[in-house]
C-alpha cells in the first residue's frame, strides 16, 4: 500500500511533457482516475490498482473522459517516435483528427475545428495538444498552415509541433475529432463522463471488450467521487445516413429492457442477487442500434415496473429527481429514471421505456416532457420483461415533437421495420375532436384553462368543434349484447383488473422459486408490491381469460362506435384526455395505502383499448414551495389519442399545432420547460 502511495507521488511530481503544462500556458496532463472495484491487478504506468475489470478515466482540465474503443493506426511525420522515447510518463495524449485536402485553407481549417466545438459537446480546445492527426494531405504546405494558426494566434494557445499523418494502410474515413493518442500507436476514442446527479441510471456501460454486440458496466464516479456517471462518444463520430438516420443519438433505456452483458435489478436487491447479465438484447433496442443510436444506460424503474411513488414507497433503490419547480417533485412512474435523466441533462436525446397503464405518460406529464404510448403491438417487446401482455407496449419520450416525431416514423412501422414509414396524409379528411365529459374538468381550473386553450388551438387547426360526450351515455345508447344490460363501468369492472394482477403476479412466479431454492427464504419485496402480489395471487386463470373475452368485447365496441382507423393509419377521430396535476406533489410526503385504480378512468383508457396517445407540454402553473419558500412552476400538459395504428397521424397532428399556433416546440432542461 506505502509503495503504491509513493509511486503515485512520483508520478504526479514527475516532469510535464512538452504540450502538456500549466492551463496558463498550454494543457494540463489528463489525470487517470482510480476505478473503485478490486480483484485482479493492473498498472497504469506507476500507479497499481487492484480491480476486477477497469476502464480508463482520465480528467483532462476539470473535465471526465473515458478512453474508448480503439483503432490501430499507422502513424507518420515528425516526431512521434521522440514523443515517446523523450520519456512522456502518459500512456495516452489528447489529439485532434483533421481530414485535410490540398485545397484546405486556413480559414477552412479554422472553420472545421470551431464547427467542432459547436456542434459537440465532448470535444474542447483541450484536445489541441503539440500533436495533429492528419488525415489526407501531409505536404509541406499542410504545416505551414497549421503552424501558421498557431503564430497567428488564431487559436489561442494551440503550437503544433508534431504532424502526423495517417498512413495509407489505414481504415479509410476515420471520422475527424477529438481523440486520445497512445503509446502503442492507437487512436482511442474520447467518451464524455457526465455525472449522474439527479440518481436516474441504475447501470451506465461502454461497449463490451469481448462481445461485439455487448457492453459492460462503466465503473467511474464523478470528479466528487459521489454520483455514479455515464460516458457518451463524440457525436463527430457519427454521420447520418439513409442506413444510420439515428447515426449518434444517445438513449438511455428503462431497467426492464433486457440488455447483454448487463444485469437488470428491477430495482429489486433479491433480484440482483438471483440472476446473471442478460445473454440477449431486446429487440427494439437492437432496432435502435441498427439505426445508429448509442445506447448509454439503463434507467431506474418502480419495482418490477409496477406503481410506486417516491419515495417511501422505493426501498431498495432511491427514487430519481424530477428537476422540475423546486426539484422536490413527485417524478412519478414506472418510466421514471428515463423521465428524469430527459428533463435534466442536455447531454441526452430520448429515453425508452414502457407503459402499460401510464408508465410513460404521468413521468411526461410531471416531466415536463413529449410522451409517446405507442399503439399496442406496433413494436416489438421481445427481450422486455413483461407486466401485462394485454397492456404492455413501448413507450418514448422526448424533449421535442419533431425528434419524436422522427424517431416514431423510423421504428414504428409493423409492416416493414426496416423502412421508415410514410406519415399519413389526414389533412383531406380531418379527424372529429371528442372531448369526454366523463373526465374532464380538471379540478385546478389554471390546468383546466390551459387545456381549454389548447383544444382551441386544435379546433382551429382542424377546422371542426369539438364533439362534448360521454363514453358512458354512449355505451347506454348502442350497448353490445355480451354485456346483458349492464352499464359500462359494472360490465368493464374487473376486465383490467384480473389481466393485470394475474400477469403481474405469476410472471415473476420462476423468480420466486430460483430465489428460493438459491437462499432459502422468500424473497423480499417493498410494501407496494407485496400488495400488488397478494392480489394477484388471488386471481385464478379461469378469471383472467374471462376478463380477456370482455376486453375483446369493449375493444369491437369502442372501434365500432366511438373511433377507429383506417387501413393507412388515420383515424377518424382524435379524443382528448386528462393527464397530469396542476397541484404540488412533494416527494418528502408519506404516500397513502396503495388503491386499486378503477377500470373506467382516463389511465385506463388507451391502456384497454391498445391506442396511442400522445403527451404534450403546454405551459405552466406557478405554486408557493414549501421547499424554496418561493414562486416555482409546476408542467402542465395536454393529452391526446387515437385509434390504434394512427401515432404517426397523432404525431403529425401535434407538430402542425404547434408549429402554426407558435407553440413551443421543444422544452428545456432543468426547473422550467420554458
Not at 31 to 58: C, L, M, V
Not at 315 to 331: C, E, K, L, M, T
Request: glycine letters at 8%; a negative charge.
Amino acid at each position: 500500500m506505502f509503495s503504491s502511495l509513493l509511486n503515485l507521488f512520483r508520478n504526479l511530481l514527475a516532469p510535464v511533457p512538452s504540450g502538456m503544462r500549466n492551463t496558463n500556458d498550454k494543457l494540463l496532463p489528463p489525470r487517470e482516475r482510480s476505478p473503485n472495484n478490486f480483484g485482479a491487478e493492473t498498472h497504469y504506468g506507476d500507479i497499481y490498482i487492484p480491480h476486477s475489470k477497469s476502464h480508463r478515466i482520465i480528467e483532462l482540465n476539470g473535465g471526465n473522459y473515458f478512453v474508448g474503443p480503439k483503432t490501430k493506426v499507422v502513424l507518420g511525420g515528425e516526431g512521434v517516435k521522440e514523443l515517446w522515447a523523450n520519456g512522456t510518463r502518459q500512456e495516452v495524449i489528447p489529439v485532434v483528427l483533421l481530414s485535410i485536402t490540398p485545397y484546405s485553407s486556413a480559414d477552412s481549417i479554422l472553420e472545421t475545428i470551431h464547427g467542432f466545438q459547436a456542434s459537440d459537446d465532448v470535444y474542447s480546445h483541450q484536445f489541441l495538444s503539440d500533436i495533429v492527426i492528419v488525415q489526407g494531405d501531409v505536404s509541406p504546405k499542410t504545416k505551414d498552415i497549421l503552424h501558421s494558426l498557431a503564430v497567428k494566434g488564431r487559436l489561442a494557445k494551440w503550437s503544433p509541433s508534431h504532424i502526423v499523418g495517417l498512413g495509407p494502410s489505414n481504415a479509410p474515413g476515420i471520422p475527424q475529432g477529438p481523440y486520445f493518442l497512445t503509446s502503442d500507436n492507437c487512436l482511442a476514442q474520447a467518451w464524455r463522463v457526465y455525472p449522474d446527479y439527479q440518481d436516474a441510471f441504475t447501470t451506465t456501460f461502454v461497449p463490451s471488450e469481448d462481445n461485439a454486440s455487448g457492453f459492460e458496466p462503466l465503473d467511474g464516479v464523478s470528479l466528487e467521487g459521489l454520483w455514479r456517471t455515464i460516458a457518451v462518444p463524440s457525436r463527430l463520430y457519427s454521420t447520418v445516413s439513409q442506413d444510420k438516420p439515428l447515426a449518434g443519438r444517445r438513449i438511455s433505456v428503462k431497467d426492464n429492457f433486457r440488455i447483454s452483458g448487463l444485469k437488470t435489478t428491477h430495482s429489486n436487491r433479491a433480484f440482483v442477487d438471483t440472476y446473471g447479465p442478460d445473454t440477449i438484447t431486446a429487440e427494439y433496442i437492437q432496432f435502435l442500434m441498427r439505426l445508429g443510436a448509442v445506447i448509454v444506460g439503463k434507467t431506474k424503474m418502480c419495482a418490477f415496473a409496477s406503481s410506486e411513488e417516491a419515495t417511501d414507497q422505493w426501498i431498495d433503490f432511491h427514487a430519481p429527481f424530477n428537476p422540475r419547480g423546486d426539484g422536490y417533485q413527485s417524478p412519478s412512474g414506472s418510466t421514471t429514471g428515463g423521465a428524469s435523466a430527459l428533463a435534466s441533462y442536455p447531454w441526452l436525446d430520448f429515453s425508452i421505456g414502457t407503459d402499460t397503464t401510464g408508465s410513460i405518460r404521468w413521468p411526461a406529464a410531471w416531466n415536463g416532457l413529449f410522451g409517446l404510448r405507442t399503439s399496442w403491438g406496433i413494436a416489438s417487446l421481445t427481450g422486455v420483461y413483461p407486466s401485462c401482455f394485454a397492456m404492455d407496449t413501448i413507450g418514448l419520450l422526448a424533449r421535442g415533437i419533431d425528434d419524436m416525431k422522427s424517431l416514431a416514423t423510423m421504428t414504428l412501422s409493423p409492416s416493414a421495420p426496416e423502412r421508415t414509414k410514410t406519415v399519413p396524409n389526414w389533412t383531406s379528411s380531418p379527424p372529429k375532436i371528442l372531448y369526454p365529459t366523463d373526465f374532464f374538468p380538471h379540478s385546478n381550473p389554471d390546468q383546466q384553462r390551459l387545456v381549454e386553450s389548447f383544444v382551441d388551438d386544435l379546433e382551429s387547426l382542424l377546422s371542426t368543434q369539438k364533439i362534448e360526450f360521454s363514453i358512458a351515455e354512449r355505451w347506454k345508447e348502442c350497448p353490445p349484447p355480451e354485456a346483458e344490460g349492464k352499464g359500462i363501468k359494472e360490465y368493464i369492472n374487473k376486465t383490467a383488473y384480473y389481466p393485470f394482477y394475474y400477469d403481474g403476479y405469476n410472471e415473476f412466479q420462476q423468480f420466486r422459486e430460483d430465489y428460493k431454492k438459491k437462499y432459502g427464504k422468500p424473497v423480499y419485496v417493498g410494501p407496494y408490491m407485496r400488495w400488488k402480489w397478494d392480489r394477484g395471487m388471488e386471481v385464478t386463470l379461469e378469471q383472467k381469460e374471462q376478463a380477456l373475452k370482455e376486453l375483446e368485447v369493449y375493444q369491437h365496441w369502442f372501434y365500432e362506435n366511438v373511433m377507429a382507423a383506417d387501413g393507412d393509419g388515420i383515424s377518424n377521430a382524435i379524443l382528448i384526455l386528462p393527464c397530469g396535476s396542476g397541484e404540488p406533489k412533494y416527494r418528502d410526503v408519506p404516500n397513502g395505502p396503495p388503491g386499486v385504480v378503477p377500470p373506467y378512468s382516463p389511465n385506463y383508457i388507451a391502456s384497454m383499448l391498445k391506442l396511442p396517445q400522445v403527451v404534450v407540454p403546454i405551459g405552466e402553473v406557478p405554486y408557493e414551495s414549501r421547499i424554496t419558500n418561493q414562486t416555482e412552476k409546476l408542467p402542465i400538459v395536454g393529452s391526446i389519442a387515437a385509434a390504434p395504428g394512427s401515432d404517426l397521424m397523432l404525431l403529425d397532428i401535434v407538430e402542425s399545432l404547434l408549429k402554426t399556433k407558435g407553440r413551443p416546440r421543444s422544452v428545456a432542461t432543468g426547473r422550467t420547460m420554458f
